[in-house]
């Protein structure tokens, strides 16, 4: 996978961009000086989006649209052509789900997960490739390590983003042997402080909540937006993320086990919550509601491990992080020694 143009010359489509990961993905790569559309549900809210972009001094166009909507995904696709004259990086980040069990879901309510997690990204991908093979640009999809991992009541959106992971899987192949100088690159975020967790359905009668350590979404849009310049294959992003798939791959039955004594608690506050609060499932809710969720008290504000892990991956980076400057080809050499040992420990290249 080859640097792509600096952020500051790149057109950035962002999908889901009304909130949480996707919000602060697009502000921070306009505070970064790329021209960003922004697209979802929420006109009220792209709109607020599209002022704090503007006030950093880019140019930014919003294009409400339902994600599960072909069409609609790709007049966001023209629209950003139109505007700007070319897409560089697609980021697509939309998400719903519902908390329940899995014998507790109704037919509408699972497909609807499907068709707002796996199809939403492949009508963004079919639209914009077009657009992407002539800027040679990278299309980022943004999953979650329980793509490798489902877990009780989230057995639905467990499933759509291992579906997006094999689908994308089998694209980057494709593109890499069409020759067209495309990139995929999968980011797998652990739990972020986002306002979903209010805006969720849920069948459990309690508060929906990331499961713990929280991050909040700042770090993680930085990772997104290090895959569009200089694209990852795939980027587990926070401790807990790359936790999870190791367990998975060391012991599955482990995996289970804990997950049978913490899996149901792990995932709500404890604090009631009416089964008919209103949520997002099939429609937007009114207003702005921002980046940030109602776990600010407990959200981390880094994440080293993944710094870490992306500074070892540019090799200038990795003479600033280790201190040895003044011996730079044998930093150099050693920056490339610990690349390699990352890739071989998470099969990330």
Known sequence: MKRKK?????????????????????????????????????G?????????????????????????????????????????????????????????ETYRYEPEELRRIMDVNFFGQVYGYWAVLPHLRASQGT?????????????????????????????????????????WGVDVSIVHPAAINTPQFDRDRQKIGKQPQPVPPIYQPEPFAEAVLHCCERPVREL???????????????????GDLMLLRMGWRSQHTGEDKPLDAADNLFGPLPGDPGAHGRFDAQARRRTAWTSLRLALRSRAAGLALLGLGAVAAGAVELASSRDGMVRRLTGVR
């Not at 587990?236 to 482990?254: E, N």
């Open 6 to 42: 600096p952020l500051a010359e790149q057109v950035i489509v962002v999908t889901g961009a009304s909130s949480g990961l996707g919000r602060a993905v697009a502000r921070l790569a306009g505070r970064r000086g790329a021209r960003v559309v922004v697209t979802a549900r929420t």
């Open 44 to 100: 009220e809210a792209l709109d607020a989006c599209v002022r704090e972009i503007e006030a950093f001094g880019s140019e930014a166009l919003a294009v409400p649209a339902d994600c599960t909507v072909q069409d609609e995904v790709a007049q966001v696709v023209e629209q950003a052509v139109d505007r700007f004259g070319r897409v560089d990086t697609y980021v697509a980040n939309a998400i719903v789900t519902v908390y329940a």
């Open 139 to 179: 299309f980022v999809s943004v999953q979650s390590a329980l793509a490798y991992r489902g877990i009780p009541l989230q057995g639905g959106y467990c499933a759509s983003k291992a579906a997006l992971r094999n689908f994308f899987e089998s694209a980057r192949v494709e593109l890499e042997k069409a020759g």
């Open 236 to 254: 587990p992003v926070g401790w807990g993320a790359q936790k999870l798939l190791w367990g998975q791959k060391l012991s599955p039955r482990a």
